[in-house]
């Protein structure tokens, strides 16, 4: 038994890691768009485009973060 709850740790670690990675905020990003794509679709109105522009959006704003980190810790 203690191998299947190992194994099921490893296996939700795996995905935690694969999904979230270092930066959570993108994988909020990706989730808040999906649903409101999804309640968007089923009120009638195209919002296929919707997560693609967060997307964008969310790792220009991940990677002006990020740089902006590394030239306060560099400075």
Not at 32 to 61: D, H, Y
Request: no cysteine.
């Amino acid at each position: 038994m203690e191998r299947i709850w190992s194994w099921l740790y490893a296996f939700g670690r795996f995905w935690y890691g694969f999904i979230i990675g270092d930066d959570w905020t993108l994988a909020a990003t990706v989730a808040v768009g999906l649903v409101l794509t999804a309640v968007l679709n089923a009120r009638g109105f195209v919002a296929w485009w919707m997560v693609p522009v967060l997307v964008i959006v969310a790792v220009g704003v991940s990677l002006r973060r990020a740089s902006h980190a590394h030239s306060v810790v560099a400075a």
